[in-house]
T-cell receptor, first 112, second 114 residues
Framework: DGGITQSPKYLFRKEGQNVTLSCEQNLNHDAMYWYRQDPGQGLRLIYYSQIVNDFQKGDIAEGYSVSREKKESFPLTVTSAQKNPTAFYLC???????????FGPGTRLTVL | GENVEQHPSTLSVQEGDSAVIKCTYSDSASNYFPWYKQELGKRPQLIIDIRSNVGEKKDQRIAVTLNKTAKHFSLHITETQPEDSAVYFCAATLIKAAGNKLTFGGGTRVLVKP
């Protein structure tokens, strides 16, 4: 999982602003994922992408958008439509076939 | 879709004792069950996983058991140490050729008291 990077580590947003969280991997993994984690809670899937130029909604996609123009990159945009975006956001990737997901270090987003 | 329930939500054990965390899943087609450990403010780290063709797997002080009939799996930590204190998550998925969509349990906060 050392090959997955997320930036920034901390992000502050004013209400009504869109912000984009970066996720990059150099592991040559096909699939990438975005999760949201609220304090003391588990991980909930926002979006996932199994291949370049294709992605699917997860369980809590409303108020979020993604793109997958390159295999290495899967940025997440938190839009102003997301009413309660303060959370810890984790990106993950997995190689082809029967293998697990490996997580990036996360971005902590706070709405001011 | 898949639903994973995890118990207990918190677990306090004395150093040297064993800890057991249990998860149940709803989709009988699920065939891959990883366990992650997450320290405060850090990323989840895979500690052990098991596939549906295996009933038990061990790695030093950690073991996982799977009962496909009952649709539950458990994490066992023996001889607990203070560094085992963390939040542990179970997950389940049906592995496909092009990636997998993990469903996580709600997590168990483990505290090992010295």
């Amino acid at each position: 999982d050392g090959g997955i990077t997320q930036s920034p580590k901390y992000l502050f947003r004013k209400e009504g602003q869109n912000v984009t969280l970066s996720c990059e991997q150099n592991l040559n993994h096909d699939a990438m994922y975005w999760y949201r984690q609220d304090p003391g809670q588990g991980l909930r899937l926002i979006y996932y992408s199994q291949i370049v130029n294709d992605f699917q909604k997860g369980d809590i996609a409303e108020g979020y958008s993604v793109s997958r123009e390159k295999k290495e990159s899967f940025p997440l945009t938190v839009t102003s439509a997301q009413k309660n975006p303060t959370a810890f956001y984790l990106c993950a990737s997995s190689p082809p076939g029967p293998d697990t997901q490996y997580f990036g270090p996360g971005t902590r987003l706070t709405v001011l | 879709g898949e639903n994973v329930e995890q118990h207990p939500s918190t677990l306090s054990v004395q150093e040297g004792d064993s800890a057991v965390i249990k998860c149940t899943y709803s989709d009988s087609a699920s065939n891959y069950f990883p366990w992650y450990k997450q320290e405060l403010g850090k990323r989840p780290q895979l500690i052990i996983d098991i596939r549906s063709n295996v009933g038990e797997k061990k790695d030093q002080r950690i073991a996982v058991t799977l009962n496909k009939t009952a649709k539950h799996f458990s994490l066992h930590i023996t001889e607990t140490q203070p560094e085992d204190s963390a939040v542990y998550f179970c997950a389940a998925t049906l592995i496909k050729a092009a990636g997998n969509k993990l469903t996580f349990g709600g997590g168990t906060r483990v505290l090992v008291k010295p």
